[in-house]
């Protein structure tokens, strides 16, 4: 079983909707969620960390956290086309030391 | 530094040939990882360090590579007899330090093996 599993897309989500982004992971006790976007050609960028159960909100963006069912979603409202990337989901995982696993991510595509 | 810095931003290299790529990670930052990304894939983890020890060298595809870091700052990744398979951007990160904190990632470097 894959550790951090995303839906590879691409989603496509029209300008101005809500887009929602899963993420699921396989051992139970991780404690550190984060969302990354990377844009084309470009690095990974952090855009929430989340790390008890519930919603985070910051700005446009919405992270969800619920360690029960083991997936963490990403939730972009009034969607815009600069938000047209992949965006990828980490998991730290307790026990494992400091390492982080990845996601191979989602694409993401918002229409004009 | 601001920010985490790696060099070169590219590299290509002969077939057969040694390199070295460097990390210089975010002041104060105490662990740093290595990841590898190939062209349209995920991230592949390669190794990380918590100060300047390798907990864990569970990624590293082959001891062709090999990494290091001292004084507890910057680190280097050593690819020796490059392969075409290599080929890809080499990405570094770093953290403050234990669980609940934020990783932060360079602007990588693009490997191209020819």
């Known amino acids: 079983q894959k550790e951090v599993e995303q839906n590879s897309g691409p989603l496509s989500v029209p300008e101005g909707a809500i887009a929602s982004l899963n993420c699921t992971y396989s051992?139970?006790?991780?404690?550190?969620f984060f969302w990354y976007r990377q844009y084309s050609g470009k690095s990974p960028e952090l855009i929430m960390s989340?790390?008890?159960?519930g919603d985070k909100e910051d700005g446009r963006f919405t992270a969800q956290l619920n360690k029960a069912s083991q997936y963490v979603s990403l939730l972009i409202r009034d969607s815009q086309p600069s938000d047209s990337a992949t965006y990828l989901c980490?998991?730290?995982?307790?026990?494992?030391?400091?390492?982080?696993?990845f996601g191979k991510g989602t694409r993401l595509h918002i229409l004009p | 530094g601001a920010g985490v810095s790696q060099s070169p931003s590219n590299k290509v290299t002969e077939k057969g040939k040694d390199v070295e790529l460097r990390c210089d990670p975010i002041s104060g930052h105490t662990a740093l990882y290595w990841y590898r990304q190939s062209l349209g894939q995920g991230l592949e983890f390669l190794i990380y360090?918590?100060?300047?020890?390798?907990?864990?060298k569970s990624g590293l595809p082959s001891d062709r590579f090999s990494a290091e870091r001292t004084g507890g700052s910057v680190s280097t990744l050593t690819i020796q007899r490059t392969q075409q398979e290599d080929s890809a951007v080499y990405l570094c990160?770093?953290?403050?330090?234990?669980?609940?904190?934020?990783?932060?990632f360079g602007q990588g470097t693009r490997l191209t093996v020819v």
């Open positions: 360090f918590q100060g300047n020890s390798a907990p864990d």
């Open positions: 051992d139970r006790v991780s404690q550190s």
């Open positions: 980490a998991v730290n995982p307790m026990g494992r030391d400091d390492k982080i696993i």
């Open positions: 990160a770093s953290r403050l330090g234990p669980t609940n904190t934020e990783a932060f």
């Open positions: 989340i790390y008890s159960n």
